[in-house]
């Protein structure tokens, strides 16, 4: 039996198009690696050069944040499943509206215009935050 | 605890309710281990929001940023809006809601009906464009107050100062307190009070996991982690499924007569977690969670009906926490 990992949409371009990926290690620092022999590249969107987790990623191992279970040394076993998604701070509505206001200071939003703000949509709908 | 000067004064003293049913049975001989649920739809406005609005506004009104007949400006359209339409009503304040046009009728009524004005900006703009429309407001109102609840630390203070120690007065044998993670508020504010109070208390967060629309396009690099948020309060954290959540909110209201909202079912599923790993290793548990709001608001979404895998489609793509 292998260890399950599944891919968020953003990431697939590493996995070929695949949700779901499989690989082995005994903690997720070897299964990243593993994972990276086959999928170049990924690894690297989820470690930074100076070799912690991402700020923005959260990895979960069966549904619980790895960062507390010892994060990149946390311990695997087979049949684990492991979950890796960007970082949203509880509802994306909330979270676009946090994201966008966190970037400017009180006296910066108001100077702002609406032009200026990232308009892409990229965030989804309604959070009941 | 019957009588309060105003409905201001009634915000927070929720009950915390025993589940001897949802409880986990125990092997004969072993320590208990007890759920217990903090009935924050009794809120004034029926959410655990109404704790923070008013400590917000209260915090704004001592800085002096806030003074009767000014205006509050918020991208919401949640249950903060709702609190804060309440405790402006009745503070002397006007708020004014920026939020996408294509959200339910039941969201825009119930802040209409609270007092609250409504800007709508365009539905395909999403959410961005909601705050992209709430900058552009503030840019012409510049004397508009934005409270920002992930930044304001009167949200979790409003916890400190009240959720926790009303758990512990109410739950002196607390071993495990679950919240949900959305502005971190709740649990940071309680998770700090019980960590200084109760030796070995674990401090659970559950966040809600999206179905895959919802995460779609959403860029690694720009990921957001809220301002109040501090990891080293918490001692684990789920992620709960929309399956998982549905599942246990059913439960809730089947088993032990709690209608709530899905983000409650999360909750849940965590507190459930934790409970039966407590029985596994025979240790004593009384594990108290946070029951965010009523099942009310949600009735529309249709997931409290059919099969699971009915409900996980009505929710797909839907932001249910």
Known sequence: MAIEVRIPTILRSYTGGAKVVEGSGDTLSDLLADLDSRHAGLRGRLVTEAGALHRFVNVYVNDEDVRFLGALDAKLSDGDSITILPAVAGGAFGFAAAAAISQHSAAAVRRQSATAVDGDGRRGAVAAL | ?321
């Open chain 2, 1 to 321: 605890m019957a009588r309060y000067d105003s409905l201001l004064d009634a915000c927070g003293g929720t009950p915390l309710v025993g589940l001897p049913r949802l409880s986990p049975t125990v092997p004969e001989g072993a320590p208990p281990v007890r759920l217990w649920a903090k009935l924050e739809d009794r809120n004034p406005t029926g959410s655990i929001k109404d704790r923070a609005a008013l400590f917000m506004v209260r915090a704004a009104e001592e800085a002096g940023r806030l003074r009767t007949g000014d205006t509050i400006l918020e991208p919401t359209s949640g249950n903060t809006g709702i609190s804060l339409a309440m405790v402006a009503k009745l503070r002397g304040y006007r708020l004014v809601c920026v939020m996408p046009e294509n959200v339910s009728t039941e969201r825009v009524q119930l802040l209409r009906m609270y007092g609250a004005e409504i800007i709508f900006s365009p539905a395909a703009g999403g959410s961005n464009q909601a705050v992209a429309t709430a900058k552009q407001i503030a840019a012409e109102h510049p004397d508009w107050v934005m409270l920002y609840q992930y930044g304001n630390e009167a949200n979790a203070r409003a916890h400190y100062e009240t959720t926790g120690p009303e758990l512990l007065h109410d739950l002196p044998t607390i071993t495990h307190f679950v919240a949900g993670l959305g502005t971190t508020g709740t649990l940071m504010g309680t998770g700090r009070y019980l960590r200084e109070k109760v030796d070995g208390i674990q401090v659970v967060a559950a966040e809600p996991r999206y179905g895959e629309v919802v995460y779609g396009l959403r860029n690694i690099d720009e990921g957001y982690v809220p301002e109040l948020y501090d990891a080293s309060v918490l001692s684990r954290r789920f992620s709960v499924g929309t399956r998982d959540a549905v599942l246990r909110t059913r439960q809730l209201v089947d088993v032990e007569g709690i209608f709530a909202g899905f983000s409650t079912g999360a909750i849940l599923h965590a507190a459930l977690a934790v409970a039966h790993e407590a029985v596994r290793d025979g240790r004593r548990a009384d594990v108290a969670f946070v029951v965010c709001d009523g099942g009310w608001k949600y009735l529309s979404t249709g997931a409290f009906g059919g099969t699971l895998a009915d409900a996980e489609d009505a929710l797909e793509g839907q932001l249910w926490a």
